[in-house]
């Protein structure tokens, strides 16, 4: 029969691995960007966040690049750990103060194989 | 680390019914959100809120939905009459000035 909802892009790796998610936007107002994990059962979780002003920053194991020519950002995760298994989503947040708002991507399933 | 806590985790309906979700910002941030994500689809906003009134809403917050600050602490959505494509996982947020959306864990409704 035929499937109903949105299948996620899928990404496996090996524990050890780097892994490399990518994100498109479409706006090319957006200024500001985060991604965002979301284990299951649970509620997406802050990872890393960039402005428009910056085409690299780097965290914990994490880096986001940010590509504006072409409206693209990817998170990289260094030596991927089975506890990274999550989905991973890019947001677009725009406005501020009480105009604030979070537009958030399709989402990618990180399967990370022991 | 202060979170986000919402309750209750799973909630089961009828179809017409009204359900409350219930949500408890961190204490000490200004801005509050719901989010919802139907099964495997992404996360859609529904709605903003900041001193005491919404300041954005999607259009999915059409008339059937509310949202109240009753007190200091509680941040609830109100389903008036839930159909059954309500049935979602239901996310509050919030967030102080400059500083990212913080997720709670979610309620996931059920509309029978």
């Known amino acids: 029969g035929e499937s109903v909802g949105l299948h996620l892009p899928t990404l496996s790796v090996q524990e050890g691995d780097n892994s490399i998610i990518n994100c498109a936007y479409s706006n090319s107002a957006s200024d500001y960007f985060i991604w965002y994990k979301q284990e299951s059962g649970k509620g997406p979780q802050f990872i890393i966040d960039?402005?428009?002003?910056?085409d690299k920053r780097q965290g914990q194991r994490v880096t986001v690049l940010l590509n504006k020519t072409v409206k693209h950002l990817s998170l990289q995760i260094a030596a991927t750990q089975p506890g990274d298994s999550a989905v991973y989503f890019c947001a677009d947040a725009r406005g501020g103060g009480s105009n604030y708002k979070l537009t958030f991507g399709k989402g990618t399933l990180l399967t990370v194989n022991p | 680390e202060p979170e986000v806590t919402q309750t209750p985790s799973h909630q089961v309906t009828q179809m017409g019914q009204e359900v409350i979700l219930r949500c408890v910002p961190i204490s000490n941030h200004l801005y509050f959100y719901w989010y919802r994500q139907i099964l495997g689809q992404k996360v859609e906003f529904l709605v903003s809120f900041y001193n005491n009134e919404i300041s954005e809403k999607s259009e999915i917050f059409d008339d059937q939905f509310s949202v109240e600050r009753p007190d200091g602490s509680n941040f609830t959505l109100k389903i008036r009459s839930t159909k059954l494509e309500d049935s979602a996982m239901y996310f509050c947020?919030?967030?102080?000035?400059?500083?990212?959306?913080?997720f709670g864990n979610g309620t996931r409704l059920t509309v029978t």
């Open positions: 947020a919030s967030r102080k000035q400059n500083s990212p959306l913080h």
């Open positions: 960039i402005r428009s002003n910056m």
